[in-house]
């Protein structure tokens, strides 16, 4: 049973009209020609004391990275972290939040990339830089040393990313997904009885950004849609997901499907949590956090 600050959300996310875009693709893809135009900050917000940190963008793919690294320590360990948004929208203070407070209790240096976003950004280009950037560190720290975490939309690029590297050889040692898109076709019948629910996304929006950020390839690219590609070989899965968020059969298909194949999986799934619960200020945000530090530290 959610707990009481957990069931204030879904009302509240519809007060504040967290689903108009995705219930209207026109408004999605106006809020997309607006952001071209007018592009959002994507720095880290002030008051982030417990971290240190630096940007590079020398490191092959021209776009801006950040690397976020606990004060006064010497990093243990190595991440890399995807922020998600729907392929469209730009890093939120919620993912800085989310990263500077992994960094502070784990003690793990996390690289954040600000990848070109939807429609100039898309799968064939992000993907394969993303596993670029995380095969780097694993080939300097070593593979039981670099983690692979995205939420969202993050999440399904983290994963596409972390079957490229298993295909080079060179798999991350575990990877965390919170709310992952894995199935971007959103066939999957179980959506049908989630959807009514879900008081932040919907297909119609959906279907919209998936359209921008796959560009020529097809849904079922295991590029775009990780769901559809072998899982056999990847390390360890950590995954979050909530009862009340169309990305939540998926999952359930994911950690189905990644055990099968021999794959580790931890799964939480939290009764009448929203999408990316684990961003958020309530108990079970909270729970998912310290869980990933553990994982992190792990």
Known sequence: MPSSASRLLPPLFRLLGFRREFDHPEALLEGVRERLLRPVPYGPPRGLRSVRIERDVEHGTGWPVYRVLPRNRTPTGAAVYVHGGAWVNQIHPLHWRLVAGLAARSGAAITVPIYPLAPIGTAAVVVPAVADLVGG????????????????????????????????????????????????????PGIDLVEPTDPWLARPGT??????????????????????????????????????DITSPDTRLLVERARAAGVH?????????????????????????RLIVDVLTG
Do not use: K
Not at 144 to 155: C, F, H, I, M, Y
Not at 276 to 281: K, T
């Open 137 to 188: 560190l694993v080939l300097r720290h070593g593979a039981g040393q670099v983690t692979v975490l995205g939420d969202s939309a993050g999440g399904q690029i983290a994963l596409s990313a972390a079957l490229l590297l298993r295909d080079r050889g060179v798999p991350p040692h575990r990877t965390v997904l919170i709310s992952p898109a894995l199935d971007l076709t959103l066939a999957n």
């Open 207 to 244: 279907h919209a950004a998936i359209d921008l950020w796959r560009g020529d390839l097809p849904r079922t690219d295991p590029v775009v849609s990780p769901l559809f590609g072998d899982l056999a070989g990847l390390g360890p899965l950590t995954v979050f997901s909530g009862t009340r």
């Open 265 to 289: 999986v931890d799964h939480h799934e939290e009764e009448g949590l929203v999408h990316v619960h684990a961003l958020l200020p309530v108990p079970e945000g909270r729970r998912a956090r």
